[in-house]
Every structure is written in structure tokens, then in C-alpha cells.
């Protein structure tokens, strides 16, 4: 019976333990945390935006951004719900770019083009046609009237209307 | 000889039964002390559970939804200025399908007059975050309601059996305890006004983003059932149930959306308020009634819309005026006082007056 008991209390200690080798607690602190606490960093092969001379990524650090390219027209601010961190829109004549928090810096998150005045490194700006992006990033599927091309850490979004682009977004992947 | 070994194996079961006791209860402390306690840091994870400990449940108004909800309406000033008994049980982005278990799990105790929903939360037809989802579920209280939402949640990663021991999800949170893990075992520690999340520093509305072009505007078939069956769970009930979308800026609340609620309301004969047009009415004023920049009201901004939203609540559902009742006195009268002292709490704390806020 003694065996039992200390069978019973090692399976106990063992689901426990076993637990141990899962992944890490949900974020209580930051959503934007990666699973292991290890920071994100830009990937080389993904799709970037160049613009004024600078390109910028998605996950890469805002501050970085912000010394290429200056202030941005206006700048907006959100907390996520209930957590702690801001969430950072940053408006240039023709793009917008949003961060999320990553511990202390702020990772690009996403990078929406606005207007023609500025254009994919591959060319496209928004008025293309789907043609033209077809050309540009190679045949694939348009699904209601969108065009996704993933490259590592970023997609590379093309919404149409009447097979004419009308709005071009970097996400990550 | 027989009743020796008789004695002997009572003895061992006994045994048995304690250890077996002994390692459940260790292992229950050790779960108690390793969930995330939501007492200092992201309160709002501690509001679900919070409904729970309400001695008189008998409200007969109640809120649902997210933080467009527990962050905009004050039930104090419902009690205040029009006697209305009500409670909100929303939480951070509580997905539609989440307020719908929650009013299911709230109808296990009383059948409110009213109930209000936020739409905001049609947007999603998936749950996005785990963090969002165990704010939300772990604080229900065990029922078929609980299991259903945890099944409707559940992201690809997320397994049903952490949500029955929360230790094999919270096992990693050795190295972040803090005191009030200890201070906060065995009880928590209240965060809420019935469910109202307040606050009182003022960040006017500025530079707010407008809407990114969608590829589809259409609110998704999941979330429409959700809705939909709302909408028969308050029938059902014959329970009064009033669409809101709150005046909250950002995110953005495209007119496609808004074209698609308006047409749901009048189809199924159902009041609704967009809060956001309403501005002129309820005397919102984003410079002075927001926290942070229109995403959320502070204490002045969520008066504003109680008072407002009372008025209707009276005159167009006859909700009634419960004060005299000498129970629900009390419990308001301390509701009230715990309001009023972190009102005054805060106000320190952000080295502000009451005129330098909205109200």
C-alpha cells in the first residue's frame, strides 16, 4: 500500500513536471510577447517598403524608422485593452505605420500604403492594376478580391476593386 | 489472525486516502498560488469573477460585452440617480460568443429585465488571444455555460484541460511572483463597481486613425449565430434586450458595419443606440470625457452616458426604482462609498480635481 501512495504521489509530481516542458503561461503583462520572451528582429528575404531612401520591415524597431524618416504628420496612441503597452499609429503623406509594444521598443507591426505617391519596392502603387500585380509577384490565387504574398515574416496584402488596386498593406505573416 | 489483517488493511487505505489527500491539496495551493491573481497589474482579468461574490444578483439591468461596456457605463450612477439595480459582465475583449455564454451563465441566477449589448465585438469571428480568452473564462464559475465558451474560444494552441487545472498552463509563472500571490490565495481583492472598471484622468481625443479599406465588410457568419441566438435566449426569458454600439473612437466602427446592425435591429424589432451619434444628447465631450485619446470613457464620460442611458431605461422599458428596498440601500450605500473612495483615490493619485475632469 506504502508503494501506492508514493506512486500515486510521483504520477501527481510527474503531471506536474510534465507540465513543465509545455510552452510558457499566456502573456499577463504584454500580448505582444513572443513565447518565449525572445525578441522579434526583421527577417532579410521578407518583403520590405522603401520609401525616402530608408526600407522599412515589418518587426522592425520603430526608432530605427523614426531616425530615417523624421516625425510623422500625426501621431496617435492605444492601449490595448487591459494590457500594458501602447499600441502607436504614425501617419506619412502617402503610408501609415503602426507598432506594438515589445518590452521597451516598439516593433513595426504593420505598413499601410494611402495613396499613389508611393509604391511597392516591386512597383505596385495603389490604381495598379491586378495585372500589374500578377506580373510583378507572380501568378496566384485572387480570393475576394484579395492578393496575399507571404514572404518569411510578412504578407504583403493587395485588396481590388474592379481588378484596380485600392489599398496595399505589409502585415506580418 | 482475519481481523488483524482486516485492521491492517483499513489502516493502509486510510493511508491511501491521505496521501492521496495530502498531494491534491498541495497541488491545489500550488495552483492557487501560481494563477495570475489580476489584483495590481490587468485588473480587468479579475471582473468576471467578480459578479460571483454579489450578495443580492437580482439586477434588472445587465450589461454585456467588452471594454466598450465595462468601461462606459457606471451602475452607480444607475443607482444613484434613477434606482436602477444593474451589474455589467463584460470583460477585455470579450468576444461575442463569450457574452453570450455569460448571460447564459447569468440566467442560472436571475432573469433581468434588461439586457444590453455591445455589438463592437461582431468584428470577430475568432478568438485572437489566449491572454484575452483566459481573462475571460477563467473567472466563470464551472457550468455547461463555462465548457461551451471554453469550446468557442479555444485557439489552435490552447488545450481544454488547462482551463480544468491552470497550473499545466501557469506552471512557468514561478519567477514572476509577486506579493500579491500571497496576499491574494485565498481571496481577491475587489477591482470593480459592479463590474464598472473606473477612471478618472483625462487624455482628449486627438489625431484618432480612421478606417483602413477592408476587403470585406461583412460581420462573420459566427458571429451573426451568436446574435442571433442572443437575441432567442433573451426572448426566451422574455427579457428586453437594447443593441448599443458605445462611443468609443478607436477602433474604427465603419459605416458598413454600422448598416448591417441597423438592418439586424429593425428586422428583429430591436432598439438600438449608436453612442456615437448620440454625442449632442448624451453631452460626450472628447476632450474632457476620455482616458486615452476616445477609446474609452473616463468616470465623467461614463456618468454622462449612465445618466443618459437611465433616462431610457425608466421611461421607455419602465425599469424600476428599487431604492427603499432596505437590503439593496445597504448594499448600494457601500457600493457608493467604495466608488466615492477611489474616486478620491485616484483623483490624488493623478494630482487632479474633480473640475479638471468632464464632470
Same mark, same amino acid.
Given at each position: 500500500?506504502?508503494?501506492?501512495?508514493?506512486?500515486? /504521489?510521483?504520477?501527481?509530481?510527474?503531471?506536474?513536471?510534465? &507540465?513543465?516542458? $509545455?510552452? =510558457?503561461?499566456?502573456? %499577463?503583462? !504584454?500580448?505582444?510577447?513572443?513565447?518565449?520572451?525572445?525578441?522579434?528582429?526583421?527577417?532579410?528575404?521578407?518583403?520590405?517598403?522603401?520609401?525616402?531612401?530608408?526600407?522599412?520591415?515589418?518587426?522592425?524597431?520603430?526608432?530605427?524608422?523614426?531616425?530615417?524618416?523624421?516625425? /510623422?504628420?500625426?501621431?496617435?496612441?492605444?492601449?490595448?485593452? &487591459?494590457?500594458? $503597452?501602447? =499600441?502607436?499609429?504614425? %501617419?506619412? !503623406?502617402?503610408?501609415?505605420?503602426?507598432?506594438?509594444?515589445?518590452?521597451?521598443?516598439?516593433?513595426?507591426?504593420?505598413?499601410?500604403?494611402?495613396?499613389?505617391?508611393?509604391?511597392?519596392?516591386?512597383?505596385?502603387?495603389?490604381?495598379?492594376?491586378?495585372?500589374?500585380?500578377? /506580373?510583378?509577384?507572380?501568378?496566384?490565387?485572387?480570393?475576394?478580391?484579395?492578393?496575399?504574398?507571404?514572404?518569411?515574416? %510578412?504578407?504583403?496584402?493587395?485588396?481590388?476593386?474592379?481588378?484596380?488596386?485600392?489599398?496595399?498593406?505589409?502585415?506580418?505573416? | 489472525?482475519?481481523?488483524?489483517?482486516?485492521?491492517?488493511?483499513?489502516?493502509?487505505?486510510?493511508?491511501?486516502?491521505?496521501?492521496?489527500?495530502?498531494?491534491?491539496?498541495?497541488?491545489?495551493?500550488?495552483?492557487?498560488?501560481?494563477?495570475?491573481?489580476?489584483?495590481?497589474?490587468?485588473?480587468?482579468?479579475?471582473?468576471?469573477?467578480?459578479?460571483?461574490?454579489?450578495?443580492?444578483?437580482?439586477?434588472?439591468?445587465?450589461?454585456?460585452?467588452?471594454?466598450?461596456?465595462?468601461?462606459?457605463?457606471?451602475?452607480?450612477?444607475?443607482?444613484?440617480?434613477?434606482?436602477?439595480?444593474?451589474?455589467?459582465?463584460?470583460?477585455?475583449?470579450?468576444?461575442?460568443?463569450?457574452?453570450?455564454?455569460?448571460?447564459?451563465?447569468?440566467?442560472?441566477?436571475?432573469?433581468?429585465?434588461?439586457?444590453?449589448?455591445?455589438?463592437?465585438?461582431?468584428?470577430?469571428?475568432?478568438?485572437?488571444?489566449?491572454?484575452?480568452?483566459?481573462?475571460?473564462?477563467?473567472?466563470?464559475?464551472?457550468?455547461?455555460?463555462?465548457?461551451?465558451?471554453?469550446?468557442?474560444?479555444?485557439?489552435?494552441?490552447?488545450?481544454?484541460?488547462?482551463?480544468?487545472?491552470?497550473?499545466?498552463?501557469?506552471?512557468?509563472?514561478?519567477?514572476?511572483?509577486?506579493?500579491?500571490?500571497?496576499?491574494?490565495?485565498?481571496?481577491?481583492?475587489?477591482?470593480?463597481?459592479?463590474?464598472?472598471?473606473?477612471?478618472?484622468?483625462?487624455?482628449?481625443?486627438?489625431?484618432?486613425?480612421?478606417?483602413?479599406?477592408?476587403?470585406?465588410?461583412?460581420?462573420?457568419?459566427?458571429?451573426?449565430?451568436?446574435?442571433?441566438?442572443?437575441?432567442?435566449?433573451?426572448?426566451?426569458?422574455?427579457?428586453?434586450?437594447?443593441?448599443?454600439?458605445?462611443?468609443?473612437?478607436?477602433?474604427?466602427?465603419?459605416?458598413?458595419?454600422?448598416?448591417?446592425?441597423?438592418?439586424?435591429?429593425?428586422?428583429?424589432?430591436?432598439?438600438?443606440?449608436?453612442?456615437?451619434?448620440?454625442?449632442?444628447?448624451?453631452?460626450?465631450?472628447?476632450?474632457?470625457?476620455?482616458?486615452?485619446?476616445?477609446?474609452?470613457?473616463?468616470?465623467?464620460?461614463?456618468?454622462?452616458?449612465?445618466?443618459?442611458?437611465?433616462?431610457?431605461?425608466?421611461?421607455?422599458?419602465?425599469?424600476?426604482?428599487?431604492?427603499?428596498?432596505?437590503?439593496?440601500?445597504?448594499?448600494?450605500?457601500?457600493?457608493?462609498?467604495?466608488?466615492?473612495?477611489?474616486?478620491?483615490?485616484?483623483?490624488?493619485?493623478?494630482?487632479?480635481?474633480?473640475?479638471?475632469?468632464?464632470?
Amino acid at each position: 500500500m506504502r508503494k501506492s501512495c508514493i506512486a500515486f /504521489a510521483a504520477a501527481a509530481l510527474a503531471l506536474v513536471l510534465a &507540465a513543465c516542458a $509545455g510552452p =510558457d503561461a499566456p502573456a %499577463t503583462t !504584454s500580448p505582444a510577447a513572443t513565447p518565449g520572451g525572445t525578441p522579434l528582429s526583421p527577417y532579410p528575404e521578407a518583403y520590405v517598403f522603401q520609401v525616402r531612401g530608408t526600407e522599412v520591415a515589418i518587426d522592425q524597431d520603430m526608432a530605427e524608422v523614426l531616425e530615417a524618416l523624421g516625425e /510623422a504628420n500625426s501621431y496617435f496612441e492605444a492601449a490595448s485593452c &487591459a494590457f500594458d $503597452g501602447l =499600441d502607436k499609429t504614425y %501617419t506619412y !503623406s502617402g503610408f501609415v505605420i503602426t507598432t506594438r509594444p515589445d518590452g521597451d521598443r516598439d516593433l513595426v507591426n504593420s505598413i499601410l500604403l494611402t495613396d499613389d505617391s508611393v509604391a511597392t519596392a516591386e512597383g505596385i502603387y495603389i490604381g495598379s492594376s491586378q495585372a500589374d500585380v500578377l /506580373a510583378a509577384y507572380g501568378d496566384t490565387e485572387v480570393a475576394y478580391n484579395v492578393i496575399q504574398y507571404t514572404l518569411d515574416n %510578412t504578407t504583403l496584402n493587395f485588396i481590388l476593386e474592379g481588378g484596380t488596386v485600392l489599398s496595399i498593406e505589409y502585415i506580418p505573416a | 489472525m482475519i481481523r488483524m489483517k482486516e485492521t491492517k488493511r483499513t489502516r493502509s487505505l486510510i493511508t491511501f486516502f491521505l496521501s492521496a489527500l495530502i498531494v491534491l491539496l498541495t497541488l491545489w495551493l500550488l495552483q492557487r498560488l501560481l494563477v495570475p491573481k489580476y489584483a495590481a497589474d490587468v485588473v480587468e482579468g479579475a471582473l468576471v469573477a467578480e459578479y460571483y461574490q454579489e450578495e443580492n444578483k437580482d439586477f434588472d439591468v445587465i450589461f454585456v460585452g467588452d471594454c466598450e461596456v465595462y468601461e462606459n457605463f457606471s451602475p452607480v450612477t444607475l443607482w444613484e440617480e434613477y434606482g436602477i439595480h444593474s451589474y455589467i459582465r463584460g470583460s477585455a475583449q470579450q468576444y461575442i460568443w463569450q457574452s453570450y455564454y455569460l448571460l447564459e451563465d447569468t440566467l442560472r441566477y436571475h432573469t433581468p429585465q434588461v439586457v444590453i449589448f455591445n455589438v463592437q465585438s461582431m468584428q470577430f469571428s475568432q478568438a485572437q488571444n489566449e491572454a484575452y480568452n483566459r481573462m475571460t473564462l477563467e473567472g466563470m464559475e464551472w457550468s455547461g455555460s463555462k465548457v461551451k465558451s471554453i469550446l468557442a474560444s479555444m485557439t489552435e494552441e490552447e488545450q481544454f484541460l488547462d482551463y480544468v487545472f491552470p497550473i499545466l498552463r501557469y506552471h512557468t509563472r514561478w519567477s514572476e511572483l509577486t506579493g500579491d500571490d500571497v496576499r491574494y490565495l485565498f481571496q481577491s481583492r475587489p477591482v470593480s463597481h459592479n463590474g464598472y472598471y473606473m477612471r478618472v484622468d483625462v487624455k482628449p481625443a486627438e489625431n484618432v486613425p480612421g478606417g483602413q479599406i477592408l476587403a470585406d465588410y461583412s460581420f462573420g457568419e459566427r458571429a451573426w449565430d451568436y446574435l442571433e441566438r442572443m437575441v432567442q435566449l433573451c426572448q426566451a426569458h422574455d427579457i428586453q434586450l437594447i443593441l448599443i454600439k458605445a462611443p468609443s473612437l478607436y477602433p474604427y466602427w465603419y459605416p458598413e458595419w454600422e448598416a448591417q446592425i441597423e438592418d439586424f435591429a429593425r428586422e428583429r424589432d430591436l432598439p438600438y443606440l449608436n453612442f456615437l451619434e448620440l454625442t449632442e444628447e448624451t453631452g460626450i465631450d472628447y476632450s474632457t470625457d476620455t482616458y486615452d485619446a476616445g477609446l474609452h470613457m473616463n468616470l465623467s464620460g461614463a456618468e454622462k452616458l449612465s445618466d443618459y442611458m437611465g433616462k431610457i431605461l425608466r421611461e421607455e422599458y419602465g425599469v424600476p426604482d428599487r431604492r427603499g428596498d432596505p437590503q439593496l440601500d445597504r448594499i448600494w450605500a457601500d457600493n457608493l462609498a467604495a466608488y466615492e473612495a477611489e474616486q478620491q483615490a485616484q483623483y490624488e493619485c493623478y494630482g487632479m480635481t474633480p473640475q479638471q475632469e468632464g464632470g
